[in-house]
């Protein structure tokens, strides 16, 4: 049964257009845009289920502390758009987070510096988050904001739970390790695309 979940789960992921998670600007500033918004590109979706595997491979606190360090950077980077802060590369390097934090989530070690890979995906989190503000007109700040924070928390979430289901199903972190090529080589084709 679960492996029927996987084969329905990964065309839906593939539906999605690289690099251009942008739901369109008549609803900017709801909630549901907010939400939509990293979910409507592979590479954001990719990217955030990579920061929860990496979370995984740290282990202990790491599972909460990696994903709230991305989702505070990130809320930075939001700020820093609406207050009209220029960035240079945002889709680029938002392209290469999801190479990146894959390969962190593929050779992490229990041993490996928690600070450096929340340094690593805070980084990254910055370009994801000012991609979400430069789509946003203040005004209508907080709604949309509230629904990114959601969808990006719940993609981390997705990202430990299959971490944690890879580890207990196999007992080895082999499974989570292919994850996380997996999602580098995804994040690696959109690129080359």
């Known amino acids: 049964m679960k492996k029927m979940h996987l084969l329905i789960l990964a065309p839906l992921l593939m539906v999605s257009t690289p690099a251009f998670a942008h ?3 008549s609803d900017h500033g709801s909630f549901i845009s907010g939400f939509l918004h990293p979910l409507s590109g592979l590479d954001h979706v990719l990217a955030m289920v990579a920061v929860g595997l990496a979370a995984v491979m740290l282990g202990s606190r790491a599972r909460l502390v ?7 950077v990130m809320l930075l980077g939001f700020a820093a758009a609406l207050a009209g802060v220029p960035l240079p590369f945002v889709e680029p390097v938002i392209l290469a987070s999801a190479v990146v934090i894959g390969l962190v989530a593929a050779i992490a070690r229990p041993t490996t510096s928690p600070t450096l890979v929340a340094a690593v995906v805070g980084g990254f989190a910055f370009f994801h988050g000012h991609a979400h503000g430069a789509e946003m007109a203040g005004a209508s700040a907080f709604s949309f904001g509230v629904g990114f924070v959601l969808a990006t928390a719940s993609l981390h979430a997705l990202g430990i739970g299959l971490g944690i289901a890879l580890g207990r199903l196999t007992q080895s972190t082999t499974a989570l390790r ?3 090529g997996a999602t580098a ?3 690696a084709l959109l ?3």
Do not use: D, E, N, Q
């Not at 990696?66 to 505070?72: D, E, G, L, Q």
């Open 178 to 180: 292919i994850a996380g």
């Open 23 to 25: 739901v369109g600007h």
């Open 66 to 72: 990696i994903p709230a360090v991305f989702v505070s």
């Open 185 to 187: 080589l995804g994040g």
């Open 191 to 193: 690129l080359a695309s």
